[in-house]
């Protein structure tokens, strides 16, 4: 049986997000059938506004509606120290821990050469950039994840950074090896913070 177009629309879109199936964008299909049309529109308002309001900080590549983010232009925190994460959703789970005051930078994913990514796909030039630019950057601490990608990424940094003198250190402890950032709690993030290592 062929659902009718509307659905059918629905369902592809749905399907377009990471890890949604058939089922279950069906599924969610027809419980957007179901809702209430004042929270479907709002539903379908806030999804536009994502999309036109947001943009990438023009200096650490965070999720921000002004340019620069709030915590580039946040002058009381520690200047330096930058702290590299995959992801803008790093950054959010890092922020909740309260112990980290120091600025960010996103790669906006990691080198995998299974996906055809290297690091001109990375927004690591712009680091390189960044730290050659800013003197009072003393220490950059990666936060990739602990997959194979996420140390490749990680090493990589590491060499390329390091000639220039500035110290560069991987979080450590709490996090097991494959294990992603954003689903680790904040006390395990603040003992990986506190215990980084030097690479």
Aim: glycine share 8%; charged share 25%; aromatic share 6%.
């Amino acid at each position: 049986m062929q659902y009718p177009e509307p659905i059918a629309q629905l369902i592809d879109g749905y399907m377009k997000l990471p890890g949604i199936g058939q089922k279950s964008a069906t599924r969610l299909a027809f419980f957007t059938i179901d809702m209430a049309e004042d929270d479907v529109t709002a539903f379908s308002k806030a999804l536009i506004a994502a999309k036109r309001d947001l943009h990438f900080c023009s200096i650490c590549g965070n999720i921000t509606e002004g340019d620069p983010c709030s915590i580039c232009a946040d002058k009381t925190r520690d200047q330096t120290h930058v702290l590299v994460v995959e992801q803008p959703k790093d950054i959010m789970v890092m922020e909740k821990m309260k112990e980290y005051h120091g600025l960010y930078h996103v790669l906006h994913g990691v080198m995998s050469p299974i996906e055809g990514k290297g690091p001109e796909d990375l927004n690591i030039a712009s680091l390189i950039n960044r730290l050659q630019q800013n003197p009072n950057i003393k220490e950059v601490i990666i936060a990739t994840n602990a997959t194979p990608e996420g140390e490749a990424t990680a090493m990589y940094l590491s060499r390329l950074i390091k000639p220039a003198g500035i110290k560069v250190t991987r979080l450590a402890h709490g996090l097991s090896v494959g294990s992603d950032i954003e689903y680790a709690d904040e006390m395990t993030l603040f003992k990986a913070v506190e215990g980084r290592t030097e690479m």
